[in-house]
């Protein structure tokens, strides 16, 4: 293992003092799972052999300015310093930014459809009034103009259609699951393979924060277990000594989903392995070696149920082993749903891709 490079993130001369260490900080802060002490180690060392300080500004004024812009806590009684809420929101944003790209925040929070219909957006496309059009789709203007022919003697009397609605986009809104493979496979074989994954759900909760603010997005870890974490915990998520239960993922995503009352519904698997877990009552049945067709039927099973549940699951396969992506396809084509075969640095691409064209589809 190479280890991890960090060039990028402090090359810039044009950033002020406090932006370059702070770039580097943030990126530091997500391969240490939110371990602040950890992270000012490695910020120190960094310093150390690439002269991050000058005799101006330092690693001491550094920690000075995070604690007076809110992005660190210290609670004197205690005598701690701990990552804030701001830190945390800065750390999905960058993550954003990295793999989306500048996105504008917009105060629509709806996602285009094909229809037209009632929505918000105005759409360009014009038509006559019809029964039922709502008072505030009229297109003043252009009815005025077919009232001034009326008047200048060259209609009879103005009819129903003369009046002219401006057509609007139906807007669809999403309810996403977001399940991440936290198995001990993700660290496995020199290749980090959590810390792409953490970056891609923290980029994809800020863009339905910051763009489409009446979606919903849940994040679930699946390993032995399955459990539901909140936003503010994608930081300091961290792999475990884990097999991989994807059953259990899988159902607790659809127990989640049939809360949402949105119709389109849809779950969003990152993992590089396959499933190798299941519980029977309060015992673990495990088997790491090649695919256990136990273990394999009961996922299957589960991907038939969100199939007839209309929520379709979209793997994201971390993984070139061909019995695995053999396995993928079983399971993608039980569910009707999508697979992508990516490499850690195309995850976002395509995560990004599939979830803008999906809120287009009324599953």
């Not at 260490?21 to 150390?48: C, P, V």
């Not at 810390?195 to 994040?219: F, G």
Request: charged share 30%.
């Amino acid at each position: 293992m190479l280890g991890f490079r960090f060039h990028k993130f402090f090359q810039s001369d044009d950033d002020e003092p406090f932006e370059k260490f702070f770039k580097l900080f943030r990126e530091i802060l997500i391969h240490t799972s939110g371990d602040l002490a950890e992270a000012l180690e490695w910020m120190t060392q960094i310093d150390r052999d690439h002269h991050l300080s000058n005799s101006n500004y330092g690693m001491g004024n550094f920690i000075e300015d995070l604690k007076q812009k809110g992005f660190l806590k210290e609670d004197y009684q205690e005598g701690t310093i701990t990552i804030s809420s701001k830190m945390e929101q800065s750390i999905r944003q960058s993550a954003l930014d990295q793999i989306f790209g500048k996105i504008k925040k917009s105060n629509k929070g709806d996602h285009a459809g094909h229809f037209t219909g009632n929505g918000d957006e105005i759409s360009p496309e014009q038509r006559s009034f019809q029964f039922g059009d709502e008072i505030n789709q009229i297109a003043i203007t252009d009815s005025l103009k077919n009232a001034y022919g009326l008047l200048l003697g060259t209609s009879d009397h103005m009819k129903e259609e003369d009046l002219i609605v401006n057509e609007r986009e139906l807007k669809s809104q999403s309810s996403t699951v977001l399940m991440i493979d936290i198995s001990h496979s993700m660290i496995l074989y020199g290749e980090d393979r959590i810390t792409p994954a953490k970056k891609v759900a923290m980029a994809l909760a800020e863009l339905i924060k910051t763009k489409y603010p009446k979606d919903t997005l849940d994040i679930i870890t699946f390993g032995n277990d399955a459990k539901q974490i909140e936003l503010k915990d994608l930081p300091y998520l961290q792999v475990g000594p884990y097999h991989t239960n994807t059953v259990a993922g899988l159902q607790l995503a659809q127990d989640i989903l049939r809360r949402r009352k949105n119709k389109n519904k849809q779950i969003f698997m990152i993992t590089d392995g396959k499933p190798s877990c299941l519980k029977e009552g309060k015992d673990y049945y495990m088997n790491s070696f090649g695919l256990d067709r136990k273990i394999v039927n009961k996922t299957l099973n589960e991907a038939a149920i969100c199939r007839r549940l209309k929520i379709p699951i979209t793997t994201f396969m971390i993984a070139q082993d061909p019995y695995l992506q053999q396995f993928v396809e079983e399971f993608t084509e039980t569910n009707n749903g999508k697979a992508f075969y990516t490499s850690l640095n195309g995850l976002g691409d395509f995560l990004f891709q599939d979830f803008e064209n999906n809120k287009r589809k009324h599953f």
